[in-house]
């Protein structure tokens, strides 16, 4: 209780957007990094270490990161619900209900290939880990690329604008076929020409391309 009124006092007097996340440039945080610049805002880049994240991890709203604080507001979790509201209030997810609805299947869909791989991360065996990152990379990101592709009008999800499902798309092919990945080559997606296709996009954007070369030398992941 102590913590969230001490977090929504200090909201009333914020006078910009923080968006609290691990100190690297990968996964759900630089996703909404990367929103919130696509978007023109200017906000904190609250970067915290494990031994903060312990003190702060029960304040936050579903005890993970990465978190949005907004002036006036209570703080805000969960990545997908950041994009969206990143999204439609500076004009980077559909107005039409329907089509946002499209865009907000892809986001969940993003995740659903976070949790496909986060058991064989745990994996201490070399022998197992390798055995289940295959069969993810020939089996599950196979379908999951082939379900992903028949969305996109290419070069973006919608077409020729920008939007959060580009980003949180190119956040998912930035890491997969980064080859940091043990056992996901970085061919994994070579079969979409319209994922790779929106990953390219993405990263030629000037706001992104622009957002990733001031942070060129952060470590990514
Ligand atoms: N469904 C949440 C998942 C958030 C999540 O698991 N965040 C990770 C970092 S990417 C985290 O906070 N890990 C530290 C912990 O759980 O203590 C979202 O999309 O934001």
Redesign the pocket.
């Known amino acids: 209780m102590l913590d969230t009124v001490l977090l929504w006092s200090e909201n009333a007097r914020m006078a910009k957007y923080k968006l609290t ?2 100190d690297f440039s990968g ?3 630089e996703e909404c990094r990367l929103a919130l610049h696509a978007a023109g805002v200017d906000f904190e880049d609250c970067r915290i270490n494990r031994e903060t ?1 312990a003190q702060l ?1 029960a304040s ?1 709203p ?5 978190v949005l604080e907004t002036p006036g507001k209570s703080p805000l ?6 994009l969206t509201y990143v999204g439609r209030k500076y004009g980077l997810h559909p107005t039409d209900p329907w089509e946002a609805a499209q865009h907000e299947a892809i986001l969940e869909a993003a ?1 659903e290939v ?1 949790a496909a791989l986060g058991p064989s991360g745990k994996l201490s065996d070399p022998e197992q880990k390798k055995k289940a990152r295959e069969e993810l990379a020939s089996g599950f990101l196979q379908s999951w690329g082939a379900s992903i592709e028949r969305q996109i009008k290419g070069p973006f999800v919608a077409g020729e604008r920008l939007m959060v499902a580009d980003i949180k798309l190119f956040q998912i092919v930035a890491s997969l076929t980064s080859g940091v990945i043990d056992h996901i080559p970085k061919t994994v997606f070579s079969a979409f020409p319209k994922l790779e296709g929106v990953h390219a996009a993405v990263t030629q954007h000037p706001k992104i391309a622009e957002w990733r070369a001031a942070n060129a030398s952060r470590a990514a992941q």
């Open positions: 996340y691990f996964s759900r945080g994240w991890k936050t579903y005890g993970a990161i990465p979790a969960q990545s997908n619900a950041i995740e976070r």
